[in-house]
């Protein structure tokens, strides 16, 4: 059965924003590592969503698929960019990142890239 990757998304976002609450130094610290990692420098913010899904299909973290997805498609990339990543995580990560691409990103990519066009 597929998972509804619109919730997931908005369950991670929510999820963060809840532990803030209790945890503002810590999730701070995170967001800003995160923030200053994707700043466009050498490389810039398309790639590295790119690279963050395929190492979120290689590590199996299902909501970091989710999320970077989307962030991809709202970076620029498109829906070949995106299946292309995937394919190299595939070549490193074997039979779970295929898995974990032909199921979960799939249905991410159909969800979002809607919300691009």
């Given at each position: 059965?597929?998972?509804?990757?619109?919730?997931?998304?908005?369950?991670?976002?929510?999820?963060?924003?809840?532990?803030?609450?209790?945890?503002?130094?810590?999730?701070?610290?995170?967001?800003?590592?995160?923030?200053?990692?994707?700043?466009?420098?050498?490389?810039?913010?398309?790639?590295?969503?790119?690279?963050?899904?395929?190492?979120g299909i290689y590590n199996r973290c299902e909501y970091c698929i989710v999320f970077h997805t989307y962030k991809a498609f709202e970076a620029g990339a498109t829906k070949e960019e995106i299946l292309e990543a995937a394919m190299v995580s595939v070549a490193f990560g074997g039979g779970p990142s295929m898995a974990y691409s032909v199921t979960l990103l799939k249905d991410a990519i159909e969800e979002f890239e809607k919300d691009f066009k």
């Open positions: 059965m597929a998972k509804n990757v619109r919730e997931m998304l908005n369950n991670f976002t929510s999820g963060l924003e809840s532990l803030s609450t209790t945890n503002e130094k810590q999730v701070s610290a995170f967001m800003n590592l995160l923030g200053s990692s994707y700043e466009p420098g050498a490389l810039d913010l398309k790639t590295k969503e790119l690279m963050s899904v395929a190492i």
